[in-house]
């Protein structure tokens, strides 16, 4: 059975990508496993390159095939804000609560028809001697005024989705997978592994 490291600490999303890879036989790790990795700073100006140059660094380092994302909310009427800063919005040690408290404060009294917004995910696939492929996915809806749910991470509670008439913080784990940005991603790298594991 071959590895694969996937490259992050939160462990919100870690689950959420295991449960997408089940029944792709592959050993999962995390860089919790791997305390010794070093942080990969993401100062990339868009997802492909926030997500290549993770993937590609941790797989050079450790010699086993890497997948890293990066993902984040764009907001219509913010110009795209807080696109590739999502993770660190209210600064850079931001907890989510803080995040969503910036993002509830700066569109105070926006309408919700100009409420619009999108989450975008790339993930990126790199193998240790260099080869990267990409994947992305988008789910666009709408910012409530304040946090609905109490699932998932980030700007989930706060991130309505029109067609399912709840946030995605109402979402249970796999119904949010089929949805998600990041599902969407993760279904493409999905159907291009290899389904034994075999190199």
Avoid: W
Avoid at 133 to 151: D, K, N, V, Y
């Amino acid at each position: 059975m071959n590895s694969l490291i996937v490259a992050t600490r939160n462990m919100g999303k870690l689950l959420e990508i295991k449960k997408i890879l089940e029944g792709v036989h592959y050993r999962i790790y995390s860089l919790a496993d791997f305390p010794d990795l070093p942080e990969i700073e993401e100062d990339g100006a868009t997802f492909e390159q926030n997500a290549v140059k993770k993937a590609s660094t941790i797989a050079k380092i450790s010699g086993i095939p890497t997948l890293a994302d990066d993902s984040g909310l764009v907001v219509d009427v913010l110009g795209g804000r807080p696109g590739v800063f999502s993770a660190r919005y209210a600064g850079p040690d931001a907890t989510d609560e803080m995040n969503n408290a910036k993002l509830i404060e700066e569109l105070r009294g926006v309408p919700v028809e100009r409420r619009g917004a999108a989450f975008h995910c790339v993930i990126a696939l790199c193998l240790p001697e260099g080869a990267c492929t990409t994947f992305s996915g988008e789910l666009r809806g709408t910012i409530l005024e304040a946090p609905q749910g109490r699932e998932g991470f980030g700007y989930d509670p706060l991130f309505f989705v029109d067609e399912e008439g709840v946030s995605l913080a109402e979402l249970p784990l796999e119904r949010k997978n089929r949805l998600s940005h990041r599902g969407k991603a993760m279904e493409l790298l999905k159907k291009n592994l290899p389904r034994d594991g075999a190199e």
